[in-house]
């Protein structure tokens, strides 16, 4: 019996990426989990072959969490194949980087409405059916609570969720559902690969990789099998005391 079993936990954006370690770790602790995908469908049905072939049950869902009326679709295409929802791990998010004069109001729009209206949609959608003992694990980054050059939209996107939790904590507590955010630092993912060199100072003459040992305590990127670990904690009845809180799994960066 895994800590988990008996659960049911949707994941979003979980076909790749951080969201994947996290689908397979509560899988693995014996949640039933639902696995929300935008575009990833190959990677998302193979995920679900894969933990179904080792006993778990896993189904795939597409749906686009910048549109609350898909993510409630989502929520309840969960409820109506596993019969209820106990965890939400909002997780789906998508990077920015630019120069305050590069901003427009489209990419605000589009960065806010994934990582920020999205989250708390899901929230709104999977809050109709948790009960007692439930569990919400949203999005944030280190960036929230860092300067990074150029990196104002993203950060501020998720320094919402830090607030978010913080505020949402007493509602739903009232119903014993706990929420809180997971902070990562940079994580081995295609975003990584895509935007991590954007976090070293244009200006700084050094690798992405001495940047990295110059800026973390462990001098390294966390695999997102580590902050799963860190969510699957958070999802676990060992959490049932936190809440509202945002925790940084960050490989002590600063
Ligand atoms: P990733 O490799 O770029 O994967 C992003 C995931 O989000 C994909 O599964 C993608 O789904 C999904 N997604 C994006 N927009 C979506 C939408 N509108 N609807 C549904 N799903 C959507 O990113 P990651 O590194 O795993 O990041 C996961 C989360 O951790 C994000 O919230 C990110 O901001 C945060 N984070 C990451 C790092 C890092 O260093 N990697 C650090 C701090 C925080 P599809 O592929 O199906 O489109």
């Known amino acids: 019996m895994g800590k988990l079993s008996g659960k049911v936990a949707l994941v979003t954006g979980a076909g790749r990426g951080i969201g994947k370690a996290v689908a397979t770790r509560l899988a693995e602790d014996g949640a039933k989990v639902a696995i929300n995908y935008r575009s990833s469908a190959a990677d998302a049905e193979k995920l679900v072959a894969e933990l179904r072939e080792r006993g778990a049950e896993a189904v795939a869902f ?3 969490v910048s549109d609350p009326a898909q993510t409630g679709r989502l929520v ?6 596993f019969g209820t929802l106990d965890i939400l791990v909002s997780n789906a998010g998508i990077e920015h980087f630019g120069p305050l004069e590069s901003i427009t109001p489209e990419d605000f729009d589009r960065v806010f409405s994934v990582n920020t209206r999205g989250q708390l949609f899901a929230v709104q959608q999977a809050a109709r059916h948790l009960g007692a003992g439930g569990r919400i694990v949203l999005t944030s980054s280190v960036s929230a609570t860092r300067s990074v050059f150029h990196h104002t939209l993203y950060a501020a996107s998720k320094g919402a969720i830090n607030s978010m939790v913080l505020n949402l904590a007493a509602e739903l507590g009232q119903r014993g559902i706990t929420i809180n955010a997971i902070a990562p630092g940079g994580t081995v993912t295609d975003m990584a690969d895509t935007h ?4 070293k100072h244009p200006l700084l003459n050094a690798s992405l990789s001495e ?4 800026h973390g305590a462990l001098g390294r990127l966390a695999r997102p099998e ?6 699957a904690f958070l999802v676990s009845d060992d959490a049932s005391y936190i809440t509202g809180r945002t925790i940084e799994a960050d ?3 600063f």
């Open 251 to 253: 490989g002590g960066f």
């Open 76 to 81: 309840d295409q969960t409820v109506s194949e």
């Open 196 to 199: 991590g060199i954007s976090y």
């Open 62 to 64: 597409q749906a686009d």
């Open 211 to 214: 940047w990295e040992k110059m």
């Open 226 to 231: 580590e902050i799963a670990a860190v969510t």
